[in-house]
């Protein structure tokens, strides 16, 4: 999805036509849009997002590291996301 710019505490905002986000999977306890760190195979996901809102990352990302956003099956909901680059905590 995206590079960090700069040593970062990452800040996500997710918006969506509906309420609530959609997920084929949802009733098996799994969320509708996984945000992970690390380059692909070696990724580990840090947030788990299933309803729209603004998000700040658990850990902070370093410059140039990868982030990474994967939507479980999401069903008939437009989803967008913004990344805004916060300093570290």
């Keep these: 999805m995206a590079r960090a710019r700069k040593a970062s505490r990452p ?3 997710v918006t969506s036509t509906e309420t ?3 997920s ?3 009733s098996f306890g799994l969320r ?3 945000f992970a760190i690390g380059e692909p195979d070696l990724e580990r996901v840090v947030l788990h997002v ?3 809102g603004t998000f700040t990352f658990p850990a902070n990302v370093q410059a140039g590291e990868r982030i ?3 939507p479980l099956e999401l ?3 437009t989803v967008t996301f913004t990344i ?3 300093d570290p905590k």
Excluded: H, M, N, Y
Aim: hydrophobic fraction near 40%; charged fraction near 30%; avoid cysteine.
């Design 11 to 13: 800040t996500i905002t």
């Design 20 to 22: 609530e986000l959609k």
């Design 24 to 26: 084929l999977l949802e």
């Design 32 to 34: 509708a849009i996984d």
């Design 50 to 52: 299933s309803k729209p």
């Design 68 to 70: 990474s956003v994967r």
């Design 75 to 77: 069903a008939g909901t």
């Design 84 to 86: 805004a680059w916060d």
